[in-house]
């Protein structure tokens, strides 16, 4: 079983209903549903993990750490975390995947992602050989890497990018296609503000299970 820790809208939200609507999941329910883009075959990696923005990525439970004691802290951190609002967000590609990003680096936002990911170390295992393997440690840079031994992913502190997934590796014959899609589905959320009011204690019940919403809880 492993949680991760992150940005995710209300449950209610537009956005929340527009995201499953294009992933064909919803993380908060488990329920499926049927998409009409015809683009599911690109969508089986954010569709498994669930619309969020990581802060602390996905980790097992250290030795003797309870999951109501995981659930403590995730309410304690939310409730001493500000609610702000992003200026403005854009549909981006990222590599060779899409997903939507703050048009700007936010400085609140990369606080509260280095705030999170050190409130929650005293929580997390040590990382498996395996689990270090599958980061390819070879591509990544030399801060990378330290970041990978130290906090359990590369992309954290001064590589923190915030970004909230919409596709799978897109092939660049198909690049085109599939953001004019993702432009006119989330047309009314792009160049727009993005509240970030809400967190949510996602659990991947076993390696290979869909993750899904465990807990949300409101910044003050």
Known sequence: MRYGIYYTPPQESALSHHVAQWLGRNAFTGETIETTHGLDA???S??????????KA???LAKGVRED?????????????????????????????FALTPSEPD????????AAVRTFEPMRAPLSQADIE???PAKLSEQQRIYLERWGYPYVMDEFRFHLTLTGPVDEADSERVEEALRKHFSMFLDKPLPIETLGLFVEPERGAPFSVLRVASLL
């Open 42 to 44: 690109l969508l089986a």
């Open 46 to 55: 954010p569709r498994k993990y669930g619309f969020h923005g990581t802060l």
């Open 58 to 60: 996905p980790f097992h």
């Open 69 to 97: 004691e995981l659930l403590e802290l995730f309410e304690t951190f939310a409730a001493g975390s500000e609610a702000f609002t992003v200026p403005q967000i854009q549909l981006s590609k990222l590599g060779p995947f």
């Open 107 to 114: 400085v609140q936002l990369e606080a509260l992602g280095s």
């Open 134 to 136: 599958r980061r390819n």
